[in-house]
């Protein structure tokens, strides 16, 4: 290819004597990771080349084979018989050049009256609101199977922890409903993300709109915006929805990582509270008893690179002057591989959960041989009105008493409990059972099981709600 064909093909080589250096294109292209945008890229120009014909800028005969034109491209990629090059930077220009060469003079037509720096953020907010609702898919069939293992287990006791150190006595339940609460959260934040991704870019042109009369409305209502970019230096350099994507992306990130963390302590030998299909773990190459949690340890240490992603947007964004600096292609890859790692992660908890076999012998074994109950002990004899501070006090010498004989509070007698408070008598060992520890905390919120059905029913209301 001689240097001035090499000019041509680059589609803004007017200004220049000589081409760019190969290393430099290798340096700046974005074609390798942006191509993915190749179904938004031809979406938005086809509202803009609908528009551009629609207010008489260009004829009706030229849109027609742009849009034409357009679609027999996006069969080609579909089809994977459609070649990339490097030296045409992006996805924008890959696809305007093919365009060109393949109808002509009318094809040099479709970039009329836009920027590649209002197309690529056009591009860009249809691709993020496409990607919040399919996040948005998986948490609810996440949450579905939450939801289902916790009927299903309804009445399992285990231990709840706080310091990593057996607590209180809670239903299995009402543990597994706590992510299903944090999931809907998370829900939640993406359905602002999507309000600020859903602003319509396209006509800000390169950063101070266009002298050509269009209709950005049209645009908008064609591609389904709810709202147009007021001001064309805020709609070329905003990324504000990105960094917002990969907030709520980190912080869905750490929910799942939470229980990633949960669900290998529950795995292990030392708590053996569940097991997970073998489906969805891995063995040794060396020792062949094992049993490995693997998918949620790679979750778990996924989570770093997803909020690293965040940490790179918010550094790259933090100094830009605006309008729009070349610094904003780092807007794609970071936001890319969070995509895929979240959409991932949340895809294969949703078969673990489905999947995992709940031990409920080995939990209420754990809550039994435990002084977990020691709280119902206090409030037993603050319910026969001996006051908090002494009840815990009395209760924490039991306990000691117990410790030093290695038995547990189930196990003393009657006579034993009314040498540390007279207040007691035998209603305490009712008092002291899992099932009346669980149960007795039927506040709004607690672990009873009314209180848990109460989470079902709010969480069955929101699986029937829509968007």
């Not at 430099?24 to 191509?35: P, T």
């Not at 109808?103 to 209002?118: M, V």
């Not at 037993?380 to 009395?394: C, N, S």
Request: aromatic share 8%.
């Amino acid at each position: 290819m001689s240097e001035n064909e090499k000019k041509s093909a680059s589609l803004w080589g007017g200004r220049f004597e000589k081409s760019t250096d190969e290393m430099i294109n290798e340096f700046q292209a974005s074609i390798n990771f942006d191509k993915r945008l190749y179904r938004e890229d031809i979406e938005g120009s086809i509202a803009h080349a609908k528009m551009l014909a629609k207010c008489e800028i260009i004829s009706g005969d030229d849109a027609e084979k742009i849009i034409a034109g357009l679609k027999k491209i996006l069969a080609k990629i579909e089809a994977g018989d459609f070649e990339f090059k490097i030296e045409l930077e992006d996805i924008h220009m890959n696809i305007e050049k093919i365009l060109t060469d393949d109808i002509g003079e009318a094809g040099g037509r479709l970039h009329t009256a836009r920027s590649r720096n209002d197309q690529v953020a056009l591009d860009m907010h249809l691709h993020v609101r496409r990607q919040v609702e399919e996040v948005q898919k998986l948490i609810r069939d996440l949450q579905k199977n939450l939801l289902a293992a916790a009927k299903k287990n309804l009445g399992v006791i285990c231990p709840g922890y706080t310091h990593l150190q057996r607590a209180q006595p809670i239903l299995f339940s009402h543990h597994l409903m706590a992510y299903f609460f944090m999931l809907q959260r998370d829900f939640d934040r993406f359905a602002g993300v999507f309000a600020r991704a859903d602003i319509m870019p396209l006509g800000a042109g390169a950063l101070a709109g266009t002298t050509f009369p269009i209709d950005r409305k049209f645009v908008a209502d064609e591609l389904n915006f709810g709202e147009i970019y007021l001001n064309s230096l805020d709609a070329v350099s905003d990324r504000d929805y990105i960094m917002e994507f990969l907030s709520a992306a980190s912080i869905l990130m750490i929910h799942l990582s939470r229980l990633s963390e949960e669900i290998i302590f529950w795995c292990s030998r030392e708590f053996n509270f569940v097991e997970l299909d073998d489906a969805h773990c891995t063995g040794s190459s060396m020792m062949p008893q094992k049993k490995n949690p693997d998918v949620p340890e790679l979750v778990r240490g996924k989570t770093g690179r997803v909020i690293g992603h965040l940490t790179a947007m918010l550094t790259t964004v933090k100094s830009l002057p605006l309008a729009y600096n070349k610094d904003l292609q780092e807007d794609k890859e970071g936001l890319f591989d969070a995509i895929d790692t979240i959409k991932f992660s949340l895809a294969v908890y949703a078969q673990i959960i489905s999947g995992m076999k709940v031990k409920s012998e080995n939990m209420r074994r754990a809550v039994e041989e435990d002084f977990s109950n020691a709280t119902d002990l206090a409030d037993y004899l603050v319910k026969k009105g001996v006051p908090f501070r002494h009840a815990h006090e009395i209760s924490g010498k039991l306990v000691h008493h117990c410790i030093e004989r290695g038995i547990y509070l189930k196990d003393l007698s009657l006579d034993e409990f009314k040498n540390f408070s007279d207040k007691f008598d035998a209603e305490i060992y009712d008092a002291i059972k899992p099932e009346t520890c669980v149960n007795n905390r039927n506040s709004l919120g607690g672990t009873s099981q009314k209180s848990v059905e109460l989470q079902f029913e709010k969480a069955d209301a929101i699986l029937k709600e829509k968007k």
